[in-house]
């Protein structure tokens, strides 16, 4: 079985289906002859040209205003944003209408339309190119979001995404990107939306986090081992959520730990943490506990390393939440 890294197993996942199926199509800055800015759409122009594969200008809002229109008349258009600081001149197309139409015309209309986008820090990068605004998008009604954390994962995740009937926003941790390589089928498979994945069996505490620090997350529970027998949960997908494997494991566990890079204010742990207290309350052994971002910019790289969490700050908090 080949060995891929995250950038080649997504380049791979978009040459299956755009070969499966010719109404996908891709669009966005630099993805024709430059192959993208992360290479991930290196070869795909000269295989299947520049009718399917677009290079367009540096305008967020007409690439996804674009892809809405071809979604609705029965293409399936894979748009990507360079960095998901810039996606924010997309809001309005993806707020206002990708993510309304099947209610505004009772379901008589749907938008196939996958918007990728290079997302999170931990890569020493500049302003507005390393920002985790996942919670803009799980907010909006409509849209699903999802996050991969490995490459095996991000192949079956993208075929299910561009095989979805409505909107998806899919975050590839940058982080990620070349970090390592696993093995990765030719075959074609998908990972279903919405289904979390327990990546590490556990006992004492549940740690329920996403993207690159799933892996910060594994790398302290190796730690901690023999002291603490820790779970640890990929939510792979942020809407839809997978509730259900977010309450069995935290009923299993007592404690629970939320981890993720972005601002800790109304981030997804503020929801996972209202989840689990209406939910396991009698089962918990402690508060439910969020180590996140700060409420802040994302610093330049000199401090980058203090804003984010690591696999230091994840030992001591379990260590905190073993002794409450």
């Known amino acids: 079985m080949p060995l891929r890294n995250m950038v080649q197993a997504i380049n791979h996942a978009l040459q299956l289906e755009m070969r499966r199926d010719p109404n996908v199509v891709v669009l966005g800055e630099d993805v024709g002859v430059d192959g993208g800015v992360f290479r991930v759409t290196d070869g795909l122009l000269d295989e299947f040209g520049a009718l399917r594969v677009v290079d367009t200008p540096l305008a967020e809002s007409g690439i996804v ?32 209408h990708a993510a309304r139409l099947r209610n505004r015309s009772r379901g008589s209309l749907s938008v196939p339309l996958v918007v990728r986008m290079p997302w999170g820090g931990r890569v020493n990068a ?153 939910k396991c309350l009698f089962d918990l052994q402690a508060p439910v506990d969020r180590l996140t971002g700060f409420d802040t910019v994302v610093p330049l790289p000199k401090l980058e390393s203090f804003y984010q969490p690591s696999k230091e700050r994840i030992i001591a908090r379990v260590k905190r939440l073993m002794s409450a």
């Open 126 to 278: 500049l302003e507005h190119h390393s920002d985790c605004p996942e919670s803009y998008f799980v907010h909006t009604p409509g849209l699903k979001v999802v996050v991969p954390s490995s490459p095996y994962d991000a192949k079956g995740l993208l075929l299910s995404a561009i095989r979805d009937p409505d909107p998806v926003i899919f975050f590839e941790p940058k982080k990620l990107y070349r970090a390592f390589k696993q093995e990765v089928p030719d075959d074609d498979y998908t990972i279903p939306l919405g289904k979390s994945s327990v990546v590490r069996e556990g006992e004492d505490v549940s740690i329920l986090t996403y993207g690159s620090l799933v892996h910060d997350a594994l790398a302290a529970a190796e730690v901690l081992k023999g002291d603490v027998s820790v779970e640890v949960v990929d939510l792979r997908s942020l809407s839809p959520l997978d509730r259900d494997g977010i309450v069995h494991s935290v009923v299993k566990t007592g404690r629970c730990l939320v981890v993720h890079e972005a601002p800790k204010t109304l981030g997804m742990g503020a929801e996972i943490a209202a989840l689990v207290n209406e």
């Open 65 to 96: 205003g674009c892809s809405i229109g071809m979604a609705v008349k029965g293409l399936r258009p894979v748009a990507e944003i360079q960095f998901e600081g810039f996606s924010l001149p997309a809001m309005d197309q993806l707020f206002s």
